[in-house]
């Protein structure tokens, strides 16, 4: 199928548009930075303000201000009172070498997004990233743009995450329904931490996610707690008891039995507490649950004196658990020499 303008719109009204834009840009800038370019042409000679754009687009300011900021620093558009500067070549964009450097003496690193001419420079050069910025689109449903292409970049370059890597991080995020690019980058950076730097690897981790998933729907069905994905720190809990202390969604429920037998607040320290009490006792059933209960309850008939000589074992010690902070964070045991997780 062949295309052509139309002749009689050729001598209608016209608006320029720079050849650069076409030439360079419409596979880098989303639709968001092509509209409000397109606008801001058509009516360059009213000197029209922010707040008419957004009206006229029905854009809210912040993502207007976002998208005209692309064009900020490709030179095409300038900002008031600014004059335009004389650029120099800009370099490749790419990761910093690595320097055998100690760990406790490395420097904090602040990660920054490469421009938009880094990232139209590295699409150039790496045919690998033009297929991480295909791919991306195609996992996500929608067209990235400027925004989205640098935050990958940054990603990837910076945070170390393989492209095959990063694109099942995003795959599995768009399965959550959490496919904002904002979530995206905090969980890749959270992936970097923990070193899942590989197909088995994010295979793995994606393996715990998803169970960790599982488990918070059975325990929403079970105690009717309404919402519908965990918090951050819901979300170690649950890792914590599901893949280090081997429970099943049946224990994790007694332990939330014992925590609202004695709180009207859920608690997750405290089911940790309970869970991490029965795994250092080998209770693994809700048999030796009652059990330990039962033991304990004959335990507290015995005379002060006898109790003082004779040691016994508790699924869990009450009056401790009344005592401690409802908000104790959770601290990995095998991890306690290097403080809190």
Not at 4 to 17: A, C, K, R, T, W
């Amino acid at each position: 199928m062949e295309f052509s303008i139309n002749p009689q719109m050729m001598f209608g009204l016209s608006f320029s548009v720079p050849a650069a834009v076409a030439d360079k840009h419409l596979k880098l800038a989303g639709a968001a930075q092509i509209k409000v370019l397109l606008w801001l042409l058509r009516h360059a000679a009213e000197n029209p303000t922010m707040d008419e754009l957004c009206k006229a687009l029905n854009m809210k300011s912040a993502d207007a201000a976002d998208a005209m900021q692309y064009w900020v620093e490709c030179g095409i558009v300038l900002e008031n009172g600014k004059a335009p500067e004389e650029k120099e070549e800009t370099p490749s964009y790419a990761a910093p070498a690595k320097e055998n450097i100690p760990v406790e003496l490395k420097p904090e690193i602040t990660y920054t997004r490469p421009t938009s001419e880094q990232v139209l420079k590295r699409t150039k050069e790496s045919p690998e990233i033009q297929f991480m910025f295909f791919e991306a689109q195609k996992k996500l449903g929608r067209t990235i743009g400027y925004d989205g292409q640098s935050t990958l970049l940054m990603i990837h370059d910076f945070y170390g995450l393989p492209v095959e890597v990063l694109l099942m991080l995003i795959e599995y995020c768009v399965s959550i329904g959490k496919n904002s690019l904002n979530y995206i980058s905090k969980a890749a950076k959270t992936w970097s931490e923990k070193e899942i730097d590989s197909i088995e690897k994010a295979d793995e981790q994606i393996h715990i996610l998803r169970r960790c998933d599982s488990t918070w729907k059975k325990l929403c069905e079970l105690t009717g707690i309404s919402t519908p994905r965990p918090t951050a720190s819901q979300s170690n809990y649950l890792s914590h008891w599901t893949n280090e202390l081997k429970f099943d969604i049946d224990m994790i429920y007694l332990a939330y039995e014992e925590m609202a037998n004695h709180t009207d607040k859920i608690s997750f320290p405290y089911i940790n507490k309970v869970l991490e009490s029965w795994h250092d006792q080998g209770i693994t059933s809700d048999i030796q649950v009652e059990e330990a209960k039962q033991q304990r309850a004959a335990e507290k008939q015995k005379p002060a004196q006898k109790e003082k000589t004779q040691g016994y074992e508790a699924s869990y010690d009450i009056d401790e658990f009344d005592k401690m902070s409802q908000t104790a964070p959770l601290v990995y045991r095998k991890k306690a020499d290097k403080g809190e997780e």
